[in-house]
Nanobody, 112 residues
Framework: QVQLVESGGGLVQPGGSLRLSCAAS????????MGWYRQAPGKQRELVAT???????NYADSVKGRFTISSDIVKNTVYLRMNNLKPEDTAVYYC??????WGQGTQVTVSS
């Protein structure tokens, strides 16, 4: 069983930055994929970024060049650095392990 604990959401003005963190604990296998998805009101959950233990990353086109996903393997933690935030980035952000385990979600609101 893997548990995920997210942190770092909040309210930020357009153009601002936030960093989300997701700490995994439990039975973590040596090769894994972790990532972030988001869901805005009235919309489907969508991919934001993924990170594999081998170091490869994948981003949604809408966040390329603004968001960066990274990982601290020792701490089993994945981060999402979000720069130049836009109002359309407003959503609940969910951390996922292998697309099988999901965090509780953290709200990100971009508004002036």
């Amino acid at each position: 069983q893997v548990q995920l604990v997210e942190s770092g959401g909040g309210l930020v003005q357009p153009g601002g930055s936030l960093r989300l963190s997701c700490a995994a604990s439990g039975r973590i296998i040596s090769i894994y994929v972790m990532g972030w998805y988001r869901q805005a009101p009235g919309k489907q959950r969508e991919l934001v970024a993924t990170y594999t233990r081998s170091g490869s990353t994948n981003y949604a086109d809408s966040v390329k060049g603004r968001f960066t996903i990274s990982s601290d393997i020792v701490k089993n933690t994945v981060y999402l650095r979000m720069n130049n935030l836009k109002p359309e980035d407003t959503a609940v952000y969910y951390c996922t392990y292998q697309l099988e385990v999901w965090g509780q979600g953290t709200q990100v609101t971009v508004s002036s």
